[in-house]
């Protein structure tokens, strides 16, 4: 007999949570009702009994009920009377749903209802949806004029116009559901504010007109105390405003992600000159940047602590964002809506990383085609967005824009990222990278006093000639840095002048590499040169940092929290070990979201089934082998990506001082050739037989000797350039099946 899991253990799609205060005889036909919407809906679905210490006989009917419907009703039991927000915590707290509805034990709202929230929550593809109470049948009574009062200042104070704001039925995502009962305040009715929540969060909603009837059986806490409840719901109304209006949170999920895992921040604690430091950064921190605030704060704290979750609950976190990002993308992006709706695809349909293949990728020329059009987000403050230009070293110069969100989100990640190398803020630090290219005379004022409260020094790379080495040396020392940051090349050139000539009198205590791969002979000579590790970065303008090395050296952390990275060939999951395209979701940018976005990168994958001996769980990508762009095709399908240049023609660096290999025309490449000391024709022909060896023996090879290879804007040197596609999904099926 095949054994069927337990229906404990069995995903559903709504969880019905109704608190019970004394309900014994409304309790059956509540479950009698809310089941048969479900069944008429055809709906996977549990309705969550809250006992909340009640004084008569619910307790017994909801364990009777529990027993004659397993796993369709369950119940939950406080000890003592706790109010309807914490019957709602302890119904979320059990729920299995992907979505939940809150509702009322007593059957003044109708459980019918159920069913046109939830399809209006899909259809609109709003967050929050809530049915606000009809006229229509209602008493006028008393407590009918309070609400309506209530519902009046509510709408007011908050900047609100719903039907009835305070009402408490309501479905949204489980997810949701959980970050809008992360209150902090002490209220005598929260229940009342959970509209109110859903605005300040951001969150998008609507209300529905449902019926309301009067109370049939047992009797409400509020028929003898209206005025009351009425005094202290104004006293709520002041916590509220001082929660949701003056001490605005901020937008991160994270935040209530971790009250669920919480974990214990490893940061090793500044000293007390230091953290006297960090927070006169923080207060003059808005004085001193453009767009971002010093909301970075908040952000850099929970990165501390989300480094830490277990691979699992990341990976709950990243689908947590997926699911919300992706509903954005469709309610808010017509991009996107009409990419998904072509396919067939509801957001309802991506639960978790494993749906992604379901969406279409997202290439440079879709965002070039639709930047202007429709691929921005409808509903974003254009004064909170930063437009970002690519230096165009590939080819094109791309533009894309990022929220401000994000931008704080990016900074924080840096800052968390560079002190895995050793280096805490305040220390000394160089930076080999351009301070101030394409920036505003303010901007760069600004840029200036950053780098002075940050002890960081910028030296340009944009021309790296023998004779100013020895100057860009003589600036490192000087600066006595704990971290030196810069292009691989740049570092790669000043580590090889070290070697032979010396001159650096100060150790840092890491280098972060960044913008260009790293091969292992760069990677050793910068370690011998500097006398100390390299931590390796992996990034893109469109999205500043994307992967990161640690001190375990393993492969490189993605920030996990903002991107999910999945590395991909002919549409399927590289294995460990193979090399694969990288495509990227960025779960933050809202503004104009990146949902399986193709870079144009590749990249070796990794076993992530096997933890990283820093500890931490965010998942890994393995060597950056170069864009896509740098893949030189040779004949009957072969081709060698820029990595192998860099690999084989390390040894003959006495030959070829500089080169480039250019690719414009399949089958033939041209190779750029600045001559070493050393050169050969002998050695040439050589290297030209290796390449056709890989190649194919008829590819045609033009030799150009050259008298220097420029470098790019942005100070970076690109090692082969091809200006034919190549495409590593090409063997991807056409369509998934949803």
């Not at 404990?8 to 009698?32: D, H």
């Not at 290999?661 to 040439?684: A, C, H, N, T, W």
């Amino acid at each position: 007999m095949t054994e069927h899991p337990a229906p404990a253990q069995e995903p559903l799609t709504i969880s019905v949570i109704a608190p019970c205060f004394n309900e014994e005889f409304n309790i059956p036909a509540l479950v009698e009702r809310v089941l048969g919407v479900l069944d008429r809906g055809k709906l996977s679905g549990e309705l969550i009994l809250v006992d909340d210490g009640s004084s008569d006989g619910t307790r017994r009917v909801i364990e009777e009920l529990e027993v004659k419907h397993p796993g369709r009703v369950v119940g939950r039991f406080h000890a003592r009377n706790s109010g309807i927000a914490a019957g709602w915590k302890t119904g979320v707290a059990a729920a299995r749903g992907a979505y939940v509805v809150v509702i009322d034990a007593d059957l003044q709202y109708q459980p019918e209802d159920i069913l046109r929230l939830y399809r209006t929550l899909i259809e609109s593809s709003v967050d929050v949806v809530q049915g606000w109470r009809s006229a229509v049948g209602r008493q006028r009574g008393t407590r009918f004029h309070l609400s309506r009062g209530l519902n009046v200042l509510l709408n007011t104070g908050f900047g609100m116009k719903l039907h009835d704001n305070k009402s408490g039925f309501a479905i949204c995502a489980r997810e949701v559901m959980q970050d809008l009962l992360s209150y902090e305040g002490n209220y005598h009715y929260w229940q009342s504010f959970i509209m109110v929540a859903a605005h300040a969060k951001g969150y998008s909603y609507r209300d529905i007109e449902t019926l309301f009837e009067n109370r049939k059986q047992g009797k409400s806490f509020l028929d003898k105390g209206a005025y009351k409840a009425s005094l202290l719901s104004l006293s709520d109304i002041g916590t509220a405003l001082y929660e949701y209006r003056l001490q605005k949170a901020v937008p991160d999920v994270a935040t209530q992600f971790l009250k669920r895992y919480p974990v214990l921040d490893r940061t090793p604690r500044r000293t007390a000159s230091r953290e006297l430091e960090w927070r006169a950064y923080m207060a003059a921190f808005d004085h001193t940047h453009w767009l971002i605030t010093r909301d970075v704060e908040h952000y850099y704290n929970t990165l501390n602590k989300t480094q830490w979750l277990a691979p699992s609950q990341m990976r709950e976190l990243q689908d947590e964002k997926l699911r919300r990002l992706v509903r954005h993308a469709y309610r808010n992006v017509p991009y996107y809506r009409a990419r998904m709706n072509e396919a067939g695809i509801h957001p309802d349909d991506i639960r978790t990383q494993d749906d992604l293949h379901k969406l279409p990728m997202l290439s440079k020329d879709d965002v070039r085609a639709h930047i202007y059009f429709d691929i921005m987000s409808e509903n974003h403050d254009k004064s909170d967005i930063l437009k970002i230009t690519t230096s165009g070293s590939t080819g094109e110069p791309f533009v894309c824009y990022a929220d401000r969100q994000q931008l704080e989100f990016r900074w924080a990640a840096t800052l968390r990222s560079q002190e895995w190398t050793g280096y805490r803020f305040g220390d000394p630090c160089v930076r080999l990278w351009h301070q101030t290219l394409g920036m505003s005379p303010s901007q760069v004022r600004k840029e200036k006093a950053d780098a002075f409260f940050l002890r960081r020094k910028f030296i340009p790379v944009f021309e790296m000639r023998e004779e100013i080495l020895p100057d860009i040396i003589r600036q490192v020392s000087e600066s006595e840095p704990t971290l030196v940051d810069g292009y691989a090349e740049a570092l790669n050139l000043i580590g090889q002048y070290i070697k032979v000539h010396g001159g650096l009198e100060h150790r840092p205590r890491g280098v972060m590499s960044s913008a260009q791969m790293l091969p292992d002979n760069s990677r050793a000579i910068i370690e011998e040169a500097f006398g100390c590790r390299v931590f390796d970065k992996y990034g893109g303008r469109e999205f500043s940092g994307i992967a990161y090395e640690c001190e375990a050296h393993q492969g490189h952390h993605v920030v996990s929290e903002g991107f999910i990275v999945e590395i991909l060939r002919d549409g399927r999951p590289a294995a460990p070990g193979e090399v694969g395209e990288v495509v990227i979701t960025d779960l933050n940018n809202y503004c104009m979201p990146f949902i399986r976005y193709r870079i144009g990168d590749l990249a070796e994958a990794v076993d992530n089934s096997k933890a990283c001996g820093c500890g931490r769980g965010m998942p890994r990508i393995g060597k950056i082998e170069g864009r896509v762009q740098s893949i030189i095709q040779g004949m009957d399908g072969r081709y060698l990506p820029g990595t192998f240049f860099a690999h084989y023609l390390k040894e003959y660096d006495y030959a070829f001082k500089l080169y480039q290999v250019v690719q414009e025309q399949p089958e033939e490449m041209i190779f750029k050739v600045v001559k070493g000391s050393r050169y050969s024709d002998d050695v040439l022909q050589e290297v030209l037989g290796t390449f056709r060896q890989y190649l194919g023996e008829s590819m045609r090879i033009d030799v150009q000797f050259v008298d220097n290879l420029d470098m790019v804007r942005t100070g970076k040197r690109l090692a082969s350039v091809s200006r034919i596609k190549v495409d590593f999904q090409r063997n991807a099926p056409d369509k998934v099946q949803v």
